[in-house]
C-alpha cells in the first residue's frame, strides 16, 4: 500500500474509538448511556449486559489500535475493524428498521460506524495480504 502512513492513522483513531466507548461501557455505564438519552438506572441485570460488551469492545480497540504500531498486526486490525465496525453500524440499522428511530445521537452512531466499517473494508482490498510461506508449503 503507498500510503501506510494514513492507514496507521486510520487504524489508531479506530482503535482509540472503539477503547473509549468500550472503556465508557464498562466503567461509566450509566452516565455514558444517558449522555444517549438512555436510563440504566442502577438494575444490575442490565448492567451487567452494557458493561460485559464494553470489555469486548475495549479489547477490539486495543487489537485494532496495535495494526498502528505493529506491521504484523496491521492486516488483522482492518480485517477486525471492518467487522467490528460493519457489525456493529448493521446491526443498529435492522434495530431501526424493526424497532423505530432512535436519537440523533444513536442516528450519529450508526452512520459513523458504517463509515468507519466502509472504510476499513476498502483498506482490506487495497492491503496487501500477508504471505505465510509456512502454510503455502
Known amino acids: 500500500m503507498k500510503n501506510l502512513k ?19 461501557l464498562l466503567i461509566i455505564p450509566i452516565a455514558f448511556e444517558a449522555s444517549a438519552g438512555i436510563r440504566l438506572d442502577n438494575e444490575v441485570n442490565i448492567l451487567s449486559e452494557v458493561r460485559a460488551p464494553g470489555g469486548t469492545l475495549m479489547a477490539a480497540g486495543i487489537l ?9 498486526m496491521t492486516y488483522i486490525s482492518i480485517v477486525l475493524a471492518a467487522l467490528f465496525y460493519l457489525s456493529y453500524g448493521l446491526s443498529r440499522t435492522i434495530s431501526i428498521i424493526l424497532d423505530g428511530l432512535p436519537t440523533d445521537t444513536l442516528v450519529m452512531a450508526t452512520v ?7 472504510i476499513s473494508l476498502y483498506l482490506l482490498f487495497k492491503f496487501p495480504k500477508p504471505q505465510y510461506e509456512r502454510f503455502n508449503q
Open 6 to 24: 494514513s492507514v496507521k492513522i486510520f487504524l489508531f483513531a479506530a482503535g482509540l474509538i472503539g477503547m473509549i466507548i468500550g472503556a465508557s
Open 64 to 72: 485494532i489500535a496495535s495494526g498502528a504500531f505493529v506491521s504484523g
Open 112 to 118: 459513523s460506524e458504517i463509515i468507519i466499517g466502509l
